[in-house]
């Protein structure tokens, strides 16, 4: 009887369907587990075979834990908001919202057919107003919310109100304006727009202007990475800055308890570092500098206070607030032209850039311990988000100031004698500082803390920690988004009553840029009457809670009950790729210390351990194009050995001129001719033999292409030359569509079906490496499942299973792949599992074992990870429930004690014989026993014995 994978595979995904075995109830009394996966942006590609390796892997240890009698939570939904969906609906003249849904269709079938354990009772949708009336209603609290940095958590916005009313903010510093100073008496003077705009600086949910990219060609604002060289990436249109109205959240309050919860949280130490540094706190001091002749001064934040006298100049961000306070007359038209500069770059260009580029004020700002004058520059290499915006330059002990210096000729000072060599900055802290007044003779290590205590003393500046981290852009000016329960009255935000939630997104037949780069939302008349607000929340919204509703999903009087949060609890394992490390996970670990903070659930951090897979790379495929200065009459293309030699150099024009010469006479090639890699889709290449009929019809400009191939010409439309053998070139690179590498699941599950499909993607490598995909290699995995329906049915269909006692190496090898399986599945060592099944059928099928006893705990064990065949040949075996219900096999530590092992007994290193002996014999027992061997006498007759090496368990070395 056959393994018939097809039919078993879509009988048994009916069967759960029908029965909902995957569905899980908030059942209270059971030990829970909750395991997750990085949701989805439906995409209109679908899935390809890199897509679900970390999805395979989370849902084996879903399965896993099932049989271990946990009640598991293993939910699945759709980041389904976002510029992704809006521009492939652009591009395809549709709607995102009917486009969305078709994805989500298509990506769900495609998860159905690899077998997932999902609840999909609780799949959500992020575009779905059900779901996004919760998101909005937590943007209302945060919006409601400020962080009390004493308590050091979120409180309602009534108790910061209380306490201006009765002391000020005097014990509050304004996180948004730390200038803003007022008493009870001030404060109850204000007007409401006062009052107002003065919360809006505390509120965690606030509204204020920043820096935008802008493109006037494409009417819209882009992300940073849709920016290139001052350029759209998109038509290649010009970018320039520009101030827009945006909301934020105040992220960068929770930095400290971000960066605490990282001591507790299963991350890795390189997860944790790329957070750490991104939050990126600093110790240091604000230092105040007078600008000469105006009653202004610059804030600096440095964290190196001891260079205080090795200050020669400062340098602002082309944003800071001051520079067109400090443009001299003068210095009018070149800073104007440096600010035009700046407005299109972006800031990762700006901070990649090698070149000094940057533009004197025309004024001085004073020392603020010597007053003496240090000229004011603006550069690209100071960035306004990071410390105050402002640098105070010391070039011998920073490499970019020294590079400035030198490049616009400025003075340096030496305050580290023998430490400055005159041509590299020496960021040192172990110098004996120089020619820096009151500190000389100081370590510059020990001298931070003297500056900083007299900077205090006399006015000049504070102690301060910085962080790198900056707020939060919460808001984007596109259409597809959660609008905003927002309504502007007279410049005052107005949350809408909680009650009218959601506030959906209207349908509209055109999404084009609103005016003066707002949303499209802006160009609807019935919304502007109402005065809401016209731009929506970024795809990160919907996402930074989404674990906490699949809790939960039905519930419409609350996001989440708190019996749920308290049953559910941390996610136990979430699984999902690195590059979501400094963005949503930690938007989502703010979020959910935020609804700690008041009060909404019990846990401070979403994820108790995170699994980050690594890629699945594609294997892509090359054909060879001869590119020449001339043109030629059809593509020639060259297959793989001529690259090699022309490679090597051994392949010359005359040589390539002598090949072609019998369809192409008159062909002259350039001695500089150059052999150009191009993609082909790897699906027409039979490992690296390409199809060449169904190469010529893949794209038009190949059909009449003349290919040069391992066994001469093959030229279309000629009987004379049709040579069939072209090799490709093999690169392993992304997966991706533009290098036609992709590989749909769906052709690899129709092939071999979806349980080969799992274990062969997780026998592919550890789960965290990136590791590239071959096909060709499949088909050991599907060997391995149809030997193991090989112990059940004979070839003619006889069904095989025996309840006979096992022998003692059938025991043997079961328990031994429980223990291997156990141990591995738990630490997420899939591929050393999968090997160990292997093993296991392999060792079973030699010994001829069809016994229930072994092959039924065994079913149990591989059903994690091929749940198909195991659902098949557990109901085969009599059971009327499923696979998944039953309990993980034990492990008898008895079975797996070797009472004999069969020691190879080697002589100088040359084995010569085997012996058997007990797993416990003595050393002593077995070098006499093994010196009375007949062979080994042989082999040492007439040699002194030295010595006889016996490693336990392994092997016997005699040395004569």
Not at 239 to 256: C, G, H, N, P, S
Not at 490 to 502: D, F, T, V, Y
Not at 844 to 859: G, V
Request: aromatic content about 12%.
């Amino acid at each position: 009887m056959e393994y018939t994978f097809r039919e078993i595979e879509k009988k048994w995904q009916q069967y759960w369907d029908e029965h909902q075995t995957y569905q899980v109830e908030n059942d209270f009394s059971r030990p829970k587990y909750y395991v997750l996966d990085m949701f989805p942006y439906p995409s209109g590609a679908g899935l390809h075979v890199g897509h679900p390796l970390g999805y395979i892997a989370s849902d084996i240890y879903a399965r896993f834990k099932k049989l271990q009698g946990y009640q598991v939570l293993h939910p699945m939904g759709w980041d389904a908001f976002g510029l992704p969906a809006e521009q492939y609906a652009l591009e395809t003249g549709q709607h995102p919202a009917i486009t969305t849904q078709r994805n989500i269709e298509t990506f769900k079938r495609q998860l159905k057919q690899i077998g997932f354990c999902y609840d999909w009772n609780r799949e959500i949708n992020t575009s779905d107003p059900k779901y996004y009336r919760w998101t909005q209603w937590i943007f209302l609290q945060l919006f409601k919310s400020w962080f009390n940095r004493h308590t050091q958590k979120a409180e309602p916005i009534e108790n910061l109100v209380a306490i201006f009313e009765r002391e000020g903010n005097i014990h509050h510093e304004c996180p948004g304006d730390p200038h803003i100073r007022f008493n009870a008496e001030e404060w109850k003077k204000f007007s409401e727009k006062e009052k107002e705009d003065i919360l809006m600086h505390y509120r965690l949910a606030y509204c204020s202007w920043g820096e935008v990219n802008w493109c006037e060609a494409l009417g819209t604002v882009l992300a940073n990475d849709e920016v290139v060289n001052g350029v759209s990436e998109r038509g290649g249109y010009p970018v320039v800055k520009k101030r827009l109205r945006q909301w934020y959240l105040r992220i960068t309050e929770y930095a400290d308890r971000l960066l605490e919860g990282l001591q507790r949280i299963g991350f890795s130490e390189a997860m944790k570092e790329m957070q750490t540094n991104w939050i990126g706190k600093s110790y240091g001091a604000n230092i105040f500098f007078p600008v000469q002749g105006k009653d202004i001064q610059i804030e600096v934040f440095t964290t190196r206070p001891d260079t205080i006298f090795g200050v020669d100049f400062l340098v602002l961000a082309p944003e800071h607030t001051l520079v067109e306070t400090l443009t001299t007359p003068d210095q009018q038209q070149a800073v104007q032209a440096y600010l035009e500069y700046t407005r299109s770059r972006t800031e990762r260009e700006r901070m990649a850039e090698k070149r000094v580029t940057g533009c004197f004020t025309g004024s001085y700002a004073l020392h603020p311990f010597n007053n003496k004058p240090l000229p004011i520059w603006i550069s690209e290499y100071v960035l306004v988000g990071y410390g105050t915006g402002a640098i105070m330059a010391v070039p011998c002990g920073d490499e970019r100031d020294h590079r400035f210096a030198r490049h616009f000729q400025l003075p340096i000072t030496n305050i580290i004698g023998k430490d400055y060599d005159g041509q590299h900055a020496n960021p040192t802290k172990e110098a004996i500082l120089e020619n820096s007044d009151f500190l000389n003779g100081l370590v510059m290590r020990d001298a931070i803390e003297v500056v900083i205590r007299k900077l205090e003393e006399k006015g000049l500046g504070k102690r301060k920690v910085n962080y790198k981290m900056r707020d939060a852009a919460f808001s984007r000016q596109r259409y597809w988004g959660e609008p905003f329960p927002i309504v502007w009255d007279n410049g005052i935000a107005r949350p809408l009553p909680e009650s009218s939630l959601p506030l959906e997104l209207p349908y509209v037949e055109s999404y084009r840029p609103g005016p003066e780069g707002q949303g499209p939302l802006a160009n609807l008349p019935e919304w502007t009457a109402r005065k809401l607000e016209t731009n929506t929340m970024p795809g990160y919204a919907g996402s930074s809670w989404y674990f906490l509703r699949y809790m939960d999903p039905h519930n419409d009087h609350e996001f989440c009950s708190r019996e749920a949060s308290e049953y559910w609890g941390q996610v136990d394992v979430y699984v999902g790729g690195t590059e979501h490390a400094v963005g949503h996970l930690l938007y989502s670990r703010m979020w959910t210390k935020f609804l700690y903070d008041r009060g909404y659930i019990p846990f401070d951090e979403p994820y108790k351990k995170l699994i980050n897979q690594g890629m699945i790379q594609g294997s892509s495929r090359f054909v060879y194009r001869l590119d020449t200065h001339q043109p030629l009459p059809h593509p020639i293309l060259l297959s793989y050995s001529y690259l090699e030699k022309w490679q090597q150099g051994s392949l010359s024009a005359e040589t390539l001129q002598q090949l072609l010469q019998p369809i192409l006479p008159h062909l002259h090639i350039d001695p500089n001719f150059h052999l150009s890699p191009l993609h082909v889709d790897v699906n027409i290449v039979n490992g690296t033999e390409l199809q060449i009929e169904t190469f010529r019809k893949w794209k038009p400009e190949f059909a009449q292409a003349i290919l040069l191939c391992e066994d001469g010409l093959n030229v279309p439309d000629s009987k004379y030359f049709q040579a069939k053998k072209y090799v490709c070139g093999v690169e392993v690179e992304k997966m991706s569509k533009s290098k036609y590498n992709t590989v749909n699941p769906d052709d690899v599950v129709a092939q071999y079906g979806a349980d080969t499909f799992r274990m062969y993607e997780m026998f592919l490598g550890p789960i965290e490496q990136s590791k590239p995909w071959d096909t060709q290699g499949i088909e050991g995995v599907h060997r391995f499942l149809k030997k193991l329906w090989r112990l059940f049915f004979d070839e003619k269909g006889q069904w095989l299973i025996q309840d006979t006692e096992p022998t003692p190496d059938e025991w043997r090898i079961l328990h031994k792949t429980l223990k291997k399986v156990i141990e591995d599945t738990e630490r997420f060592s899939f591929n050393t599992a999968v090997s160990q099944f292997m093993i296991c059928v392999n060792t079973l099928t030699d010994l001829h074992c069809h016994k229930r006893a072994i092959l039924e705990p065994f079913l149990i064990s591989l059903c994690p990870y091929a749940p198909h065949i195991c659902e098949e040949l557990w109901h085969r075996l009599g059971h009327d429930t499923s696979v998944t219900k039953a309990a993980l096999p034990k492990v008898e530590e008895k079975f797996l004690e070797e009472s004999l092992f069969n020691y190879p007994i080697a002589v100088n290193g040359k084995t010569r014989a085997q012996m058997q002996f007990p797993a416990d014999a003595p050393d002593e027992l077995i070098r006499e026993q093994v010196l009375q061997h007949p062979t080994i006498k042989k082999w040492i007759e007439g040699k002194s014995v030295k010595k006889v090496i016996v490693v336990k368990g392994r092997m016997v070395n005699v040395v004569a």
